[in-house]
């Protein structure tokens, strides 16, 4: 029995003799080299709009690309990242996730509320905020791969549920209470002359990478987001993968809420509103399929950069900041469309 075999004992027998749609699966658990041209081309659209970007700001926003502008915003960059990875891993399991503003809003609250802005209690209030998120991903998780409900309706509800539980433990906490001042000087600090968000957006990245492409169990990942049903009758155990995709992106956004509220020192009730589309503007933009499966966590970080970067870009030259949702709006729509339109399992 070979090594293959051995990783994927389900996988002995001739592709030709398996279920119908189970050669994409195997086709998506062999190493990536045999992929590298027909699937990363797709990630490549982003990078050239974002140095597109970076040109005409150079040319017509020059203080916009200013050291001290950069460091300025990029702690925005990072939180938006680190969330958009997180949504990305639930997109690429064939999911959407909108609670992410409930989530993060609610971590806060829980590390306001257990620290009562004493350091003492840092590392327990930490551990608290994102054990809830992660219960509230899990309760995401269960209602929609274990009891097959419509995840935009389950996330929905659940982040209304989550929201109206945050402004009632909120009444107890006041309104403008700061976090401990240790994990504010940490979220306004810097690693080698970079914020800390950013080098830890930076790490969050690199790790969700190698996850996905260096691992036996994200290689299953992405074959269950491909072909969920070609991925059951070989053996994989889908639902597990799939609400776990929820899971790690609410601990994704868990992480994401300690550093803004760090960054911020007063996190208020809606401190996680401005990440209820701008997650998934990133991720499509980022390349990753709506039709599961596919996904590259560094062109989604990227992708965050360049939503920043033009948001900023925006405000530079005096457009409303409504102009943001709007433009968010259409690179939603213009991702999804490029999204399906470049995805390699779409009928040729």
């Not at 990078?47 to 690309?65: E, M």
């Not at 530079?316 to 399906?340: D, F, R």
Request: aromatic content about 8%.
């Amino acid at each position: 029995m070979t090594e293959r075999s051995k990783s994927y004992p389900n996988l002995v027998s001739e592709p030709q003799s398996t279920p119908s749609g189970t050669q994409e699966i195997l086709t998506t658990l062999k190493p990536r080299f045999s992929r590298v041209a027909k699937v990363e081309i797709r990630f490549l659209a982003i990078w050239i709009a974002l140095g597109t970007l970076v040109l005409i700001d150079a040319v017509f926003l020059p203080r916009s690309l200013q050291r001290s502008t950069l460091l300025a915003v990029s702690p925005f960059a990072a939180f938006l990242a680190i969330t958009a990875i997180g949504q990305a891993i639930v997109i690429m399991a064939r999911g959407i996730d909108l609670s992410v503003p409930a989530i993060m809003s609610l971590s806060c609250a829980i590390l306001i509320g257990f620290s009562a802005g004493n350091d003492a209690y840092l590392f327990s209030a930490v551990g608290a905020a994102i054990l809830a998120a992660v219960l509230v991903g899990a309760v995401n998780g269960v209602l929609i791969a274990f009891l097959r409900l419509n995840a935009l309706i389950v996330t929905l509800a659940v982040g209304a549920i989550v929201t109206g539980v945050t402004i009632w433990y909120r009444q107890s906490v006041g309104a403008e209470s700061p976090v401990p001042p240790s994990l504010a000087e940490f979220g306004n600090g810097r690693l080698l002359g970079i914020p800390t968000s950013v080098a830890i957006a930076f790490l969050v990245t690199c790790l969700a990478g190698l996850f996905l492409t260096k691992t036996v169990a994200g290689r299953r990942f992405e074959a269950v987001g491909t072909n969920p049903e070609a991925a059951h009758v070989i053996g994989m155990r889908v639902r597990i993968y799939q609400a776990g995709a929820y899971v790690t992106a609410s601990m994704m956004y868990g992480i994401a809420a300690m550093l803004l509220a760090g960054f911020i020192r007063n996190p208020t009730l809606d401190v996680g509103a401005p990440y209820f589309m701008s997650p998934i503007a990133a991720a499509v933009l980022g390349g990753v399929a709506m039709s599961g499966g596919v996904g590259n966590m560094l062109s989604v970080a990227v992708a965050s950069i360049f939503l920043i970067q033009l948001d900023q870009s925006l405000k530079m030259v005096g457009l409303p900041t409504s102009w943001q949702l709007v433009i968010q709006g259409v690179a939603i729509g213009t991702g999804m469309y490029l999204s399906e339109l470049r995805s390699p399992h779409q009928g040729k």
